[in-house]
């Protein structure tokens, strides 16, 4: 497959081009191939260069207010060279009340001051090769629970809420004992610490009782991980490791998920869980 | 003594990595945006503290004796927006409130030289600034604003001259001769090619322009700023700070040799020359660097170019708080940003000021945001005490450590821009533009692992922002501006417009003539930028990139 292949163009008379630069630099080091047309370009250079580079996308840049007048100019351009099929983003000082009216002339997305190079990567891969964009996960395998003593929560889960324990096991690897209680398609899962260095001490001591992580089940976590770790998204664990029954799994920081520990596992094939 | 001292620091050093044990630092290393490393502490033996005293050479500690506890710094708002009388209106604003000098912004168009009704001004008109495409509209401009009693600096490069010349013929109107007018004109297209982008034409005639101006002013204008060698733009564009006072001083270099090569003497223009700094968010490497600077423009002057001068030797600068360092994520908080890049520009004695609006990540400033941004210097002014003695930080062990090792790695940049021979040189092989760009992409990256926090942008952010009230240019200005402008064509004498343009391209062929009094018979004639332009980029071609 080929590269992705973008043009960054500024339009208008505007100078400010360090925007323009890091992010045409950053899409390179994401592995797109970048045409800059450098400043004060008028919309047909733009349309005109973006046909004969054969770009997948073009991207705007205007820090001088004109964005109204001149963006939507791109896209009449391209159209008129019968090339509207060319997805144009935009960047820039563009006021959040100016970008409905920009998305409604056709632009695809403005990434507005202080949007990050990866956010804006990770868009443009899944807008041009969408059969590289990851599938939803199909469930969630399980909700971690941190909790002092097993026997003490057992009382409320099957007691009070009424569920059933399916079995208790301990993993001496992570220094944990888990009790699992199904529930519909999905478990819960107790996590009681073995001993101080059990890393689910270190989560009771820190915060308490509470909800630990959440396991979504994936069907590619091998190709998954190493996407992730393309797009800078920080992860606990950069390779599968075992997890119970066979499943192999892996954790995703969590600062990367709002303040949640994700678990991806993957079950062993004609395994439930 | 300095050996004793030096024990006694390892002695202590020792102790402190006994407790650093047990409490370790929050980085593995600190250090300032120049990559300078930033040591546990600084004591008498990390610096020269020979510092010299104020109003003395080589004005580390500031180029008046008195400084502000005699006259506080020029409050001095950039402002500009829409059409000339919606700005004058503002100006006029800014001057009740206590400004204390003008500061004209003008929009792309201008500050390309193409008129309101050019193709490539479309949808730019009015944007940035004011739209000025003949004098008329910069007689709406500065209407019963009086201006020998009101210094006005005009943000303006390619047509400097042009600009300069509708201020002179303005002041002729108001009775106000040549002689009396005070301001500045930023006139420094060299940071053009590097950072800011508004370039007309290639270096060699835009050089002339800027000695032609030179030679007119000493002559006919002896109190205005000929030309504010601006860093500014080049810490904008991603530069750090050691960079951007070493470009600045380099391309100030280029000025003088270029006057000098037309055959001036360097103590008729040198005491005219300004420049205009960035105040950025490291504090104390802030305050270093605009010490280091003076210190070492001061020493280029009197020993590289043996001016005789002491006004020669004087590095006079005005200061912006940074712009890219605004947040468009809860606006507000740049308002106490601004306050503390005010308050390093002060500590480091600057000549004037203007502090930015905590709206400009978003748009232009709205009228409310612009009064704060300018009640933020007064605060400093009035209330801090921080202006009540001279260089109150000269002598800290920290603030005069980063002095010297900041003017230490300027002079190393110099050596590299002088081996290829000169700014001019280094910026036409991109040295420069690669320097900086590098900078901001690794900024960028910094930020965006979080190596760098930005308070409400990487971290401390908020679920659902806000969205504050903005300025907005009205749509309808571009047609007013190309209507009145196709008025003042109508009205005006053309054959005088074209007999005084015809006699403008004849100097621009002769490279002995000075242009200056050219432009001004054209501009009096109603001759409109574009016109003039053109007639120019006919004969000096255009600038399109190296």
């Known amino acids: ?273 | 003594m300095p050996e004793k001292h030096e024990s006694e620091k390892t002695k202590w050093i020792k102790d402190v990595e006994k407790t650093l044990k047990r409490f370790p630092e929050r980085k593995e290393t600190f250090h300032t945006s120049s990559e300078i490393t930033v040591d546990y502490l600084y004591g008498t033996e990390d610096a020269n503290y020979n510092l010299g005293y104020p109003g003395q050479y080589p004005y580390l500690r500031g180029i008046q004796p008195t400084m502000y506890r005699s006259r506080l710094w020029t409050m001095r708002q950039y402002a500009g927006f829409g059409s000339a009388s919606e700005t004058n209106k503002r100006f006029r604003y800014l001057l009740e409130q206590g400004q204390t000098g003008l500061s004209v912004a003008f929009d792309l168009p201008t500050q390309i030289g193409y008129d309101s009704d050019d193709v490539m001004s479309e949808g730019e008109v009015g944007k940035v600034g004011v739209a000025i495409d003949t004098l008329a509209d910069m007689e709406n401009l500065l209407d019963q604003i009086p201006l020998d009693k009101v210094s006005t600096s005009m943000t303006i490069n390619a047509p400097a001259a042009i600009l300069l010349c509708m201020y002179i013929a303005v002041g002729e109107k108001q009775g106000v001769s040549s002689e009396k007018l005070t301001g500045t004109i930023q006139n420094d297209i060299l940071k053009e090619y590097i950072a800011r982008g508004t370039y007309i034409f290639p270096p060699k005639p835009s050089m002339r322009l800027i000695t032609d101006i030179f030679a007119y002013c000493q002559e006919h204008l002896p109190k205005f700023n000929t030309i504010s060698i601006s860093g500014y733009h080049i810490r904008e564009a991603g530069s750090n700070a050691v960079q951007e006072a070493a470009f600045t001083i380099a391309n100030g270099m280029a000025y003088v040799d270029a006057a000098i090569a037309s055959g001036l003497d360097v103590d008729t223009f040198a005491p005219r020359l300004a420049f205009f700094f960035n105040a950025h968010n490291n504090f104390f490497e802030e305050i270093a660097k605009f010490r280091a600077a003076r210190r070492i423009w001061a020493k280029i002057m009197k020993e590289h170019y043996e001016a005789k001068e002491p006004k020669s030797w004087k590095l006079r600068f005005h200061t912006q708080t940074g712009g890219s360092t605004l947040t468009a994520q809860q606006p507000d908080n740049n308002i106490v940003r601004v306050t503390m890049q005010a308050l390093a520009a002060v500590l480091g004695g600057t000549q004037s000021l203007h502090t930015n609006s905590r709206d400009e990540a978003l748009s232009l400033p709205t009228e409310e945001s612009a009064r704060i941004a300018l009640r933020t210097q007064q605060i400093i002014a009035h209330e801090s005490g921080v202006a009540d003695t001279v260089d109150p930080l000269g002598g800290s062990y920290y603030v005069e450590a980063l002095t010297d090792e900041l003017e230490a790695k300027v002079m190393d940049y110099l050596e590299r821009i002088k081996e290829f021979g000169g700014a001019v040189q280094a910026i036409e092989e991109g040295y420069m533009q690669r320097e900086i760009h590098h900078n901001a992409y690794e900024t960028q990256k910094r930020i965006e692992s979080e190596e760098e926090i930005i308070v409400g942008l990487n971290q401390f952010k908020l679920e659902e922002e806000v969205n504050p009230d903005l300025l907005k240019v009205d749509e309808a200005l571009e047609k007013a501006q190309i209507n009145n402008l196709h008025k003042v064509r109508k009205k005006r004498n053309q054959e005088a417009v074209d007999q005084k343009l015809e006699a403008l391209r004849r100097v621009a062929i002769d490279e002995e003539a000075n242009l200056i009094p050219y432009i001004l018979d054209a501009v009096k004639a109603y001759a409109s930028i574009g016109e003039i332009c053109n007639v120019l980029r006919d004969e000096f071609g255009e600038y399109t990139g190296f």
């Open chain 1, 1 to 273: 497959m080929r590269k992705i292949r973008i043009l960054i163009a500024k339009p208008g008379l505007d100078g400010h081009d360090r925007g323009a630069l890091v992010i045409a630099q950053a899409m390179r080091d994401h592995g797109m191939e970048v045409i800059y047309t450098g400043l004060r370009q008028s919309p047909v250079q733009i349309a005109t260069a973006a046909i004969q580079e054969d770009v997948d996308v073009v991207g705007l840049s205007s820090l001088s207010g004109a964005h109204n007048t001149l963006f939507p100019k791109v896209i009449e351009e391209l159209e008129k060279r019968n090339a509207g099929d060319i997805p144009v983003i935009g960047g820039g000082v563009i006021p959040n009340e100016d970008i409905p009216f920009l998305l409604e002339k056709g632009i695809k997305r403005i990434f507005t001051s202080g949007s990050s190079t990866e956010e804006m990567a990770v868009y443009l891969k899944n807008l041009l090769r969408p059969e590289e964009a990851p599938v939803p996960p199909k469930r969630i395998a399980h909700i971690g629970i941190a909790v002092h003593q097993i026997k003490d929560a057992l009382q409320f889960f099957t007691e009070t809420i009424g569920l059933e324990v399916e079995a208790i096991e301990e993993v001496e690897s992570e220094g944990v004992k888990i009790a699992f209680l199904k529930i519909g398609e999905t478990r819960i899962e107790l996590l009681e610490p073995l001993h101080d260095q059990s890393p689910i001490k270190g989560f009771l001591t820190k915060r308490g009782e509470g909800v630990h992580h959440i396991a979504f089940e994936v069907e590619d976590l091998a190709v998954r991980l190493s996407r992730l770790k393309e797009q800078g998204i920080r992860l606990i664990n950069e390779e599968p490791k075992q997890g119970a029954n066979d499943s192999q799994i892996a954790f995703i920081h969590p600062k990367e998920a709002h303040g949640v520990l994700v678990e991806l596992c993957e079950q062993a094939k004609g395994s439930d869980e």
